[in-house]
């Protein structure tokens, strides 16, 4: 059964190979598949600034293979939106202890007709909920806006929408809710959780830098 590990700064040296799985996988979905060719490296491993020691990671595993991810990064530091795509944030940026950008989320191609797309949105909204995070933002392809509305998502663009790579694309704000974790759950066939957590990982909110937004 696929379960989603989280993944941060205190446990990543037990898991450097799902990470070097992940950042693969992130080099051939979005630059070979997509055309993100501005994200191109030599190594194949699609890698930024924001994969440091204060990014989360919610890697759906089946078997030790990586077939879905997603990272988490605070936004009380510089981030993508901030830093990146600020004007597609006409109505301003949220950024708080409590609120967290969303990127990099994949799915496996032979995947992405079956649950391994709910389990991990339903992973995103049960981590955030138990570790009181309120909010998630995300610049994000158009046609993401049906598929969270459908998964039960409550969605606020934060501004208009964009060109970004020949795609139309949008800056929007994600509340987290247990109504929106339930819904989902439903989609997924989830009778409880799917997290696999670890007693080495200290509450998130707490190892945030101490830094004015």
């Known amino acids: 059964m696929t379960q989603v590990h989280i993944i941060t700064h205190d446990n990543e040296h037990l898991h450097r190979d799902k990470l070097e799985q992940y950042f693969r996988l992130r080099h051939e979905i979005f630059v070979k598949e997509r055309g993100w060719l501005d994200l191109k490296r030599p190594d194949a491993r699609e890698v930024d600034s924001y994969d440091n020691k204060n990014t989360i990671y919610l890697l759906a595993i089946d078997q030790d293979r990586i077939v879905g991810g997603q990272r988490l990064y605070p936004t009380l530091l510089p981030h993508m939106i901030s830093e990146v795509f600020a004007p597609m944030a006409e109505r301003g940026i949220p950024s708080a202890r ?36 309120t909010e998630v933002t995300a610049v994000v392809e158009m046609w993401w806006l049906p598929r969270w509305q459908q998964a039960g998502f409550k969605v606020r663009p934060l501004g208009l929408p964009s060109m970004i790579e020949g795609q139309a694309c949008i800056a929007a704000s994600i509340q987290i809710s247990q109504d929106s974790l339930d819904h989902v759950r439903r989609l997924a066939g989830l009778r409880g959780s799917c997290l696999v957590r670890d007693p080495r990982i200290s509450p998130i909110l707490d190892r945030i830098p101490h830094v004015a937004a």
């Open 98 to 133: 409590h609120i967290f950008e969303w990127t990099r989320y994949l799915v496996v191609k032979e995947r992405r007709m079956g649950r391994t797309d709910c389990r991990l949105l339903a992973a995103l909204q049960q981590f955030c909920l138990e570790e009181g995070v």
